[in-house]
């Protein structure tokens, strides 16, 4: 037999209230609407598109399944080198970014110069295309007679990527140091923590922690841009899908690359939006 | 014997003048509360005297040393003079425990086993054991307060300033921290505050200094000060509070 | 009667073209861009010795002739002969073309027909080797085995890069650059060792361009496999395509081609053949 008090309480905790009621209908309606209007759009896209007199040829020449399949296979392989040119840049720019940083941050005056060179380097490599670097140094640097393999494109092409990535990275960990409350600082001094000490356990921790999502940008943007190696030699997935498009007189293997680059960055792009989302939310 | 002696000490930000010649004497195990309005120079005169802010003119002596020489180590004097702050000024992203453990670690140079009963057994007196692990976000703010305080005492400091350590929490949470000042008191610790508290500066301090404009306008024991204000303005301020 | 001859003569020579002109105008009447004008495409720059001077208009270099040759033999005076520039992607793109034919040495492969039409070819390629001096001090020679060693570079959009995978079978992954000017640095710089042109591309480039250049040596242009021949490119479904090969044939026939050929195109004697 059920005990009514027992009864009585579930029926509170279950029963919705009203205005619950009123709000769980309006959630549906407007997700109702929601799905209504996008599949109204992709109705109207997938129905008009093909009505323009040139979408035969464009699918021929940007969508043909053919040729797909026949370059898929080999643009995936290549894109194992932006992978891997990726993977060692990375590392390198946080690194570089940091002690760039970390230079505009000196307030020693005999430190003067190197404040001033990360004020000129931040300055000069956000200032120019990456292309433009990436050549410069890609060809520059191994003309001036350097041996083999120490000419290699892969060498002075990453070094290009990593000092303009540096450079961007610089700035956000120098904003996050900048965003560290001068209280911080002055709890560290006040604790007999030199200034030294105090950057390196009690700002720059949290500065990191803060540009984090930025820095994520960044990174994603570094990983399409490692395409631009493809200019001073190495046929990466950029280059490889513009050897097919050749061969083939056919743009399918650009829209194949494209969607190998989407793969890695759509997710990644996510994580950085939930991240920053989730230290915005820590903040208020 | 004096342990901290300031004389002339002024200070300018700008062509703003903080401090205008203050003259201030403190004993060993002297507990000594100043006392003014906002912007009378409380928070400056504290800043002054851990050296987080130069002084333009004047001296302070420490054991009577000046320490306001230009180009006397400033780190040397603040392992030996600590500070808590109205902010709590916590490090986030560390725990409690690694808050109170970094200078001591940094600075004097202990090993964290060394240095892991003796802070385990400050947290304890402090009754803040349970909470050694948890970071500052997720302590109530007397709790933070009082980890600030066991902060600044894990350096075993000679004198503690306490900068309006009550004024950003919430009422209920003020007796937990000025229990802690009690606590010092009894061991004999000598402290400067700047407070608002006036009960318990009255309960407390051996001397009470009322701070206007920069200057020390009136230096008595509370019981002198508060029921007889020599200065008209030591009245008018009080009579505002009450 | 001497006078009257030449006269005669002069009449005759007058009237010739323009009868052939305008049976062959008949062909290419309206299927052009523009009605009267012949709409020619080369690349942006126009390469020596297929365009001298990067000025296609004045009928110097091999394909400014070629162009200039078919334009007359469809009827076309000179200045009906109108000049536009695309990159190879602009050639092969889907949506109207702005040119009625396009030549930059687009080699003719049954992909590329796929998707674009070619004309009959106007000349067939041999590719040579190009590299630098130093290279062939250090001991390269012009064997298979011997190139198989090297560190290659190619132009990504030609079709020296299959070509390189077939043949050569290089140890190491080429390295593959947009355009001419990237091979040139890449080897100047000694990032490559060689790389794989057609010959007066090569020729041109060795003799001008590249510090040191040489020809290691070349793969023959009749060979069996995969001979790399120029033609025109259009867009597929051009009406325009039976006359230009139309043309093309009667220019081959007559060896008006081999004469501009012969005029444009340095002969390559004396560079050793690859076996």
């Known amino acids: 037999m059920p005990n009514p008090d027992q009864g009585g309480a579930a029926a509170l905790s279950a029963a919705p209230t009203r205005r619950e009621i009123h709000e769980a209908r309006l959630r549906r309606r407007s997700g109702a609407i929601a799905a209504g209007s996008t599949l109204l759009v992709i109705g109207a896209i997938v129905l008009f598109v093909p009505m323009a007199p040139g979408w035969e040829a464009v699918r021929r020449s940007f969508f043909n399944a053919e040729v797909f399949r026949k370059t898929f296979p080999g643009l995936l392989e290549a894109f194992l080198v932006d992978v891997a040119i990726f993977l060692w840049c990375a590392p390198a720019i946080a690194l570089l970014g940091l002690v760039i940083a970390l230079c505009r941050d000196v307030r020693a005056p005999a430190l003067f110069p190197l404040r001033l060179f990360g004020a000129l380097y931040t300055d000069v490599f956000r200032g120019l295309p990456v292309v433009l670097v990436v050549y410069l140094i890609g060809f520059g640097v191994p003309g001036l007679g350097l041996p083999r393999p120490w000419n290699s494109p892969y060498i002075w092409g990453s070094l290009a990527l990593i000092l303009v990535y540096a450079a961007y990275v610089a700035e956000v960990i120098r904003s996050g140091i900048d965003s560290i409350h001068v209280s911080q600082r002055s709890a560290a001094a006040s604790l007999g923590l030199s200034e030294a000490d105090t950057m390196r356990y009690v700002v720059l921790p949290q500065a990191i922690r803060n540009v984090a999502p930025a820095n994520m ?23 490889q899908a513009g050897v097919y498009k050749s061969l083939l007189a056919n743009f399918t293997p650009y829209v194949g690359a494209a969607l190998i680059f989407l793969a890695i960055t759509i997710p990644a792009t996510r994580y950085a939006d939930y991240l920053l989302h989730r230290q915005r939310r820590r903040q208020s | 014997m004096a342990k901290l002696v300031l004389q002339g000490v002024r200070k300018r930000f700008g062509q703003n003048l903080v401090l205008d010649g203050i ?15 906002s912007g009378s120079g409380k928070s400056t005169l504290l800043r002054c005297i851990n050296l987080l802010e130069p002084i333009d003119d004047g001296t302070i002596h420490l054991d009577g040393v000046d320490i306001s020489e230009p180009g006397y180590d400033p780190q040397a004097v603040r392992t030996r003079i600590g500070i808590v702050f109205q902010s709590f000024n ?13 200078a001591p670690r940094r600075v004097l140079g202990r090993r964290p086993e060394e240095m892991a009963g003796p802070v385990e057994a400050l947290f304890d007196r402090f009754g803040l054991k349970h909470r050694m692990g948890h970071y500052p976000d997720q302590l109530s703010g007397g709790q933070q307060q009082r980890v600030a305080i066991i902060r600044a005492l894990a350096m075993s400091p000679e004198i503690m300033l306490f900068d309006e350590i009550t004024s950003a929490l919430d009422p209920e949470l003020v007796g937990e921290v000025l229990d802690v000042l009690r606590q010092l008191r009894a061991e004999g610790m000598t402290m400067v505050l700047a407070t608002h508290e006036m009960g318990f500066a009255r309960e407390l301090a051996d001397t009470v200094c009322f701070l206007d404009g920069g200057r020390i306008l009136e230096r008595a024991p509370p019981g002198t000060l508060f029921t007889q204000p020599r200065e008209e303005r030591t009245r008018a301020f009080l009579s505002r509070l009450l | ?11 005759l020579l007058m009237t010739a073209p323009a009868a052939l002109a305008g049976a062959h105008g008949d062909c290419a009447a309206g299927k052009t861009l523009e009605d009267g004008v012949l709409t020619v495409a080369t690349g942006n720059p126009a390469y020596y010795p297929w365009v001298l001077n990067d000025a296609p208009e004045s009928g110097e270099g091999f394909e400014a002739a070629v162009a200039y040759a078919i334009a007359a033999e469809m009827g076309f005076e000179g200045d009906a002969v109108r000049w536009v520039r695309t990159s190879f992607d602009e050639a092969i793109q889907p949506g109207a073309k702005n040119f009625d034919f396009n030549l930059q040495q687009y080699s003719i492969t049954p992909e590329r027909e796929q998707m674009v039409d070619f004309s009959l070819p106007y000349y067939t390629s041999a590719m ?19 190139l198989k060693g090297l560190v290659w570079g190619a132009d990504a959009n030609t079709t020296a890069v299959p070509m390189l995978a077939e043949i050569v079978q290089p140890e190491r992954d080429p390295l593959l650059y947009g355009d001419n000017a990237d091979v040139t640095a890449a080897m100047q710089a000694g990032q490559i060792d060689a790389a794989l042109f057609d010959l007066p591309t090569a020729l041109y480039l060795s003799a001008v361009v590249v510090e040191g250049g040489a020809i290691l040596g070349q793969f023959p242009a009749n060979r069996s496999e995969n001979p790399d021949q120029f033609g025109l490119l259009m867009e597929e479904g051009n009406p325009l395509r039976d006359c230009v090969d139309a043309a093309i044939t009667a220019l081959t026939e007559s060896g008006r081609l081999a004469e501009i050929e012969a005029e444009w195109l340095q002969q390559a004697t004396g560079v050793p053949v690859i076996e």
């Open chain 1, 217 to 239: 940008n960044l990174f994603i943007a570094l990983q399409k841009d490692v395409a631009l190696l493809s200019f001073i030699g190495p046929v990466e997935i950029f280059r």
């Open chain 2, 90 to 102: 916590l490090f986030p992203h560390m725990t409690a425990a690694q808050n109170v453990m970094l």
């Open chain 3, 1 to 11: 009667m001497n006078k009257t001859f030449s006269a005669t003569a002069c009449l």
């Open chain 3, 128 to 146: 040579a080797v190009l590299t630098t001096q130093a290279v062939i001090d250090a001991g390269a020679q012009p064997t298979v085995e011997s």
């Open chain 2, 23 to 37: 003259d201030l004497t403190v004993s060993q195990g002297e507990m000594v509360c100043l006392i003014g309005a």
